[in-house]
């Protein structure tokens, strides 16, 4: 039984083009964010989404709590599917949204105590002192934090704030968008452990939103790649980091820098850079950069098959052990 | 061996604040010798920032320089008069700063601004675009004659990049100075400026200090690191023995926490319990002991910088075996 699913989600933003496509609707042109998104999240499971800035991490996040209306696909959420504004509301009594930078997403002027009630008041929830004690407890807090304000906090606090709203309307799903960014080592591995503690605690869900690959290897069960827009790999982590099966994840997993100066990367595993949206190439998105390109890639739009069991691959040319031919 | 191009000698730095007077660095020495990259590794707060910005004395106004010294080719920078310093700001010592939106004038092209960071050179203005030509397509630009023309604005982050690296290397420093270079960068891109500093290390014959709280750039780019933690110097090391042969306990701990170090995934994560002492009122012992498994009584009085080989030395009671 699946928790979230998502089959063929698209978006497009209308582009402003000036007063004349605003007399003349037909003409407006629209700029595809991504498309064709389409994967499961199992209860309990934790789902990597990696990809480089501008590949529509963090807006495909939005999308899938209803914070951006899409333009085609279907969500389904607890099994039911979620298409109108009240059906978002009420799917985000039941998940949570963990924001990439933790101190801005706080209020500045509301008490950590305030900002933790807030979710309860919106939900109609009854938001007693003893709720808020016990979720500062649950991230590891002193119940006093609860008169402090954002400003007095480390980013390391501000983190475990960010996590104790996320779970104080109890939810089934947390979507946390880049949850250690900006951190630093020692303390990325205090959140990370506190996240995979409740996970266990609460039979949490979570989709983990991130471009920092040696983070995201130790934290979920499955990851997906996303390049401008589209998935190009899902699979089990632990098999798509020993041997990735696209090309694009090959040359992501390559280009991390090793804390090892015995390994040193001798070659680049990829030049130049992520195209601009506006910009994207046509058929397979990666063909501009792919090291394998071939003739049909220009010309076909590869689709996300199973190459072998649980390992989905958008590629013309990948194969179960990793040889593009 | 060759004599240091740059010597930061017993340097103490404190910040004058509205909460009262931090130390920000504490006895902090380095010496970089031509053909070297120094790696300077630390987490928030540590001082490496500060240490940075005092080779280039470009210490903000509420910085106090109380001892030490920071000698280029021998003589001391911090006490030359401003003028001295200015001309070798950019001449001798270039930096590259961690965000190269901002270290950009967004109302001038690229050319322009390449062209008045020249404005020493007695050369005719076609001159000094020809090199900055020269230098962007070293610095791998795909098409250096329409970067010359663009804004700021219309490159992106990895772009930028490549042309502050271009802007520092104009006027053929001895030291360069790259303040966190990667960190606003993904990592294809963060591969391929990582790529260019190496490469560029053949045909430049200063010394580079690279500035980073990423131990896999420190891994791939250096030869010599120092470690540092509560504005002191509590480890340096060529990189081998420094990922393999450890010597302060907080090196150790910093190895350990990085997720890239694990071959196989984990589920608990390590980290350094506790956190940084207030550098209002260090502590006069080791500053380290309250978070270091190893600490004992002896941790409550000033540690040792203990040698332990002529290329390795850490700033620990319990550093080479000593009880």
Request: with cysteine; net charge positive.
């Amino acid at each position: 039984m699946t928790l979230l699913s998502v089959q063929n989600l698209a978006l497009d933003l209308p582009l402003s083009g000036g007063l004349l496509s605003a007399l003349n609707p037909k003409s407006r042109r629209t700029l595809q964010i991504f498309a064709d998104v389409s994967f499961t999240l199992n209860p309990g499971e934790t789902l990597g989404l990696v990809g480089e800035s501008g590949s529509g991490k963090t807006t495909l996040a939005r999308a899938l709590l209803g914070l951006t209306p899409t333009t085609n696909g279907t969500i389904h959420f607890d099994q039911t599917q979620r298409r109108t504004p009240a059906d978002f509301t009420a799917m985000r009594a039941n998940t949570a949204m963990m924001f990439q930078d933790a101190i801005a997403s706080l209020s500045p002027r509301m008490t950590i105590g305030a900002l933790l009630a807030e979710p309860l008041i919106i939900h109609r929830q009854p938001a007693p002192k003893t709720k808020i004690a016990q979720m500062l407890a649950l991230v590891g807090l002193p119940p006093d934090f609860a008169n402090r304000y954002p400003h007095e906090l480390s980013g390391g606090q501000a983190r475990r704030v960010g996590v104790a709203r996320a779970l104080v309307l109890n939810p089934k799903l947390v979507i946390a968008d880049e949850p250690t960014a900006g951190l630093d080592v020692s303390v990325q591995g205090e959140i990370l452990n506190l996240m995979t503690d409740l996970k266990t605690r609460l039979n949490l869900s979570y989709l983990i939103i991130s471009h920092n690959l040696a983070m995201v290897r130790h934290v979920s069960d499955r990851i997906a790649v996303m390049y401008l827009g589209r998935l190009v790999e899902i699979g089990p982590t632990r098999q798509t980091f020993a041997q990735p099966l696209h090309p694009y994840s090959q040359s992501l997993i390559a280009s991390e820098p090793l804390p090892d100066p015995r390994k040193r990367r001798q070659d680049l595993a990829i030049k130049g850079e992520i195209p601009s949206l506006l910009n994207r190439p046509k058929a397979c998105v990666f063909q501009s950069r792919c090291p394998h390109v071939q003739p049909i890639c220009r010309t076909d739009p590869p689709t996300l098959r199973e190459i072998s069991p649980a390992r989905f691959v958008r590629c013309h040319f990948a194969t179960p052990t990793g040889a593009l031919t | 061996m060759n004599p240091p191009l740059l010597e930061i000698d017993t340097l103490n730095i404190t910040y004058h604040t509205d909460h009262g007077t931090l130390s920000a660095l504490r006895g902090a020495s380095l010496i970089a010798r031509a053909g070297e990259v120094i790696g300077i590794v630390g987490e928030s707060g540590c001082g490496k920032s500060t240490l940075a910005a005092s080779v280039i004395n470009l210490l903000p106004q509420a910085a106090e320089v109380t001892s030490g010294a920071v000698r280029y080719k021998g003589q001391d920078i911090l006490r030359l008069p401003p003028e001295a310093q200015r001309a070798l700001r950019g001449q001798d010592i270039a930096m590259i700063f961690q965000d190269p939106m901002t270290a950009f004038n967004p109302v001038l092209t690229m050319g322009a601004q390449l062209v008045d960071f020249q404005h020493a050179a007695q050369i005719p203005r076609a001159e000094k675009m020809a090199r900055a030509r020269a230098l962007l397509t070293r610095a791998g630009m795909p098409d250096p004659d329409l970067t010359l023309r663009r804004y700021p604005h219309q490159l992106s982050g990895g772009m930028r990049q490549r042309v502050a690296i271009a802007a520092a290397l104009l006027m053929n420093p001895t030291i360069l100075v790259a303040d966190e270079p990667t960190t606003a960068l993904d990592v294809t891109m963060e591969a391929q400026i990582i790529h260019l500093l190496r490469d560029l290390r053949s045909d430049y014959q200063g010394a580079v200090l690279v500035i980073t709280h990423h131990l896999g750039v420190v891994a791939e780019l250096c030869d010599r690191v120092y470690v540092m933690y509560a504005g002191e110097v509590v480890e340096e090391a060529l990189v081998d023995d420094l990922f393999h042969a450890p010597h302060h306990p907080y090196t150790s701990a910093l190895i350990a926490c990085d997720p890239g170090h694990f071959e196989q995934a984990t589920p608990i994560l390590p980290t350094i319990q506790g956190r940084l002492p207030d550098l209002r009122n260090p502590p006069k012992g080791c500053s380290f002991a309250p978070r270091c498994p190893l600490a004992s009584e002896i941790c409550a009085t000033p540690p040792p910088r203990v040698q332990i080989s002529p290329t390795q030395s850490a700033l620990c009671h319990k550093a080479g075996g000593r009880s």
